[in-house]
């Protein structure tokens, strides 16, 4: 347990860097915190020294996307009361709760109920340190579900998976679908494509495509020149530019 800690504290500046990126990532309407979990891992995978003991239980790869999903939910929550744009699932569930008895996210809700935004943000912030207290505290229990053999794992996983997949649109198509993406995802990792950048482009292709056409209607194809996106712009320019710089660096530094 001690050591697990002391990996935090020693790899600090990406856990920093990937709750700003879970942040970020919250803000953004309709993307949720699964999707900052993939490009926080991504991230950490891409500017890591060691990016070939990713998947082999790299302490690297848990700590970036857990900072990232733990970070995204307060932006998720706040973009959903501030603007009454819910980023997720349960952001939506909350969004209708909130009319239910009367408050309207949006504006307005800051402005009138700003007390309840204000603790609702810091019940966030204050959950995620019980959650790891408890956690733990619990980690030596916690621990041993890894090591549940694979024979008792493989038909509740498989079960669960095969009924989530029939029960949203009730048809066997989406279970064949399901068998289908399995193969792919064998054949990707057999021939050594990358199955998580797969998936984000997956969640992200129908989105980019209707905010891009959106945005391309309301302000033009120059849409991309406002501030925020500028910012946005230049920071993923220098997260994708950072591994080649860092080579570039050290290369000097050994001459």
């Not at 700003?20 to 900052?36: E, H, M, R």
């Not at 008895?101 to 307005?108: F, L, T």
Request: glycine share 12%; net charge positive; charged share 10%.
């Amino acid at each position: 347990i001690l050591v697990g800690a002391r990996d935090v504290v020693h790899h600090w500046w990406l856990w920093a860097r990937s709750a700003v990126i879970g942040y970020v990532v919250g803000v953004l309407p309709g993307v949720g915190p699964g999707t900052s979990s993939w490009i926080a891992y991504g991230h950490a995978k891409q500017t890591s020294r060691h990016p070939e003991r990713f998947g082999t239980g790299c302490v690297e790869g848990v700590i970036a996307p857990e900072a990232s999903n733990g970070a995204s939910t307060a932006g998720d929550l706040l973009v959903t009361m501030a603007f009454g744009v819910p980023g997720s699932l349960g952001m939506a569930v909350m969004m209708g709760g909130f009319i239910l008895v009367g408050v309207n996210p949006g504006p307005v809700m800051m402005a009138k109920n700003l007390d309840l935004a204000l603790t609702l943000l810091l019940g966030v912030a204050l959950a995620n340190i019980i959650a790891g207290l408890i956690c733990l505290a619990g980690s030596r229990s916690l621990a041993k579900i890894a090591f549940i053999h694979l024979d008792f794992l493989y038909p509740i996983v498989l079960t669960i998976i095969f009924v989530a997949a029939f029960v949203t649109a009730g048809t066997m198509l989406d279970v064949a679908m399901v068998i289908i993406m399995a193969f792919l995802g064998l054949a990707m990792d057999r021939f050594g494509y990358s199955r998580p950048a797969m998936a984000l482009g997956f969640i992200m292709g129908g989105l980019f495509e209707y905010y891009f056409f959106r945005s391309v209607l309301t302000s033009g194809p120059l849409f991309f020149l406002t501030p925020i996106c500028m910012v946005m712009v230049v920071m993923m320019i220098v997260l994708f530019s950072y591994p080649y710089l860092r080579r570039v660096w050290q290369g000097r530094a050994r001459n």
